[in-house]
T-cell receptor
Framework: GNSVTQMEGPVTLSEEAFLTINCTYT??????LFWYVQYPGEGLQLLLK?????DKGSNKGFEATYRKETTSFHLEKGSVQVSDSAVYFC????????????FGAGTRLFVKA | EAQVTQNPRYLITVTGKKLTVTCSQN?????MSWYRQDPGLGLRQIYY???????DKGDVPEGYKVSRKEKRNFPLILESPSPNQTSLYFC??????????????FGEGSRLTVL
């Protein structure tokens, strides 16, 4: 079945550092890929998405590229801010099995001033 | 404002006492789903609904029931709660079940404790 694996956290960075959170997936067919962010005490919200191979999703300085050859969708940001502290979830939505969205375990990011 | 609303946000109950967590969305979405979030496990799907009167099991449906009598509402029912159902629950919706319209909109979560 489909699955998502993302790097364990927590990740602690200083402000203005470069961020990478790794995400790899296993899926049949051509899933859509997503990054969701969860700020403390809130529900998840979409950060960015990509619906086909080689697409790049971007939002708020974050980027991720859909790499079918390596089955990856790594999240990057060139310069993190304290306000980026949150939990980040990689997810895929397949085209089988009721179009279920499957989430990784989440990676907690702490950014220090 | 487009939103998914869950109630209650916080609940402490005792084993065996039936409870319902309500979920309502105002975006005319066809697809709705319930997830539970547990430390180290991410989000796991409990049930989902592709449209009115169409529901199906997710990965962890045991101990839960749902219904979808109206498009906007998708309540989660725990007939006889047990301590292993202590968790943070999220309701989510999307425009349809199609893979390319798949971004989910989440409620703020309902933290349930079963003693």
């Amino acid at each position: 079945g489909n699955s998502v694996t993302q790097m364990e956290g927590p990740v602690t960075l200083s402000e203005e550092a470069f961020l990478t959170i790794n995400c790899t997936y296993t899926a049949t067919g051509y899933p859509s890929l997503f990054w969701y962010v969860q700020y403390p005490g809130e529900g998840l919200q979409l950060l960015l998405k990509a619906t086909k191979a080689d697409d790049k999703g971007s939002n708020k300085g974050f980027e991720a590229t859909y790499r079918k050859e390596t089955t990856s969708f790594h999240l990057e940001k060139g310069s993190v801010q304290v306000s980026d502290s949150a939990v980040y979830f990689c997810a895929l939505r397949g085209n089988t099995g009721g179009f279920k969205t499957i989430f990784g375990a989440g990676t907690r990011l702490f950014v220090k001033a | 404002e487009a939103q998914v609303t869950q109630n209650p946000r916080y609940l402490i109950t005792v084993t065996g006492k039936k409870l319902t967590v309500t979920c309502s969305q105002n975006m005319n979405h066809e697809y709705m789903s319930w997830y539970r979030q547990d430390p180290g496990l991410g989000l796991r799907q409990i049930y989902y609904s592709m449209n009115v009167e169409v529901t199906d099991k997710g990965d962890v449906p045991e101990g839960y029931k749902v219904s979808r009598k109206e498009k906007r509402n998708f309540p989660l029912i725990l007939e006889s709660p047990s301590p292993n159902q202590t968790s943070l629950y999220f309701c989510a919706s999307s425009l349809s079940g199609g893979v390319n319209t798949g971004e989910l909109f989440f409620g703020e979560g309902s933290r349930l404790t079963v003693l």
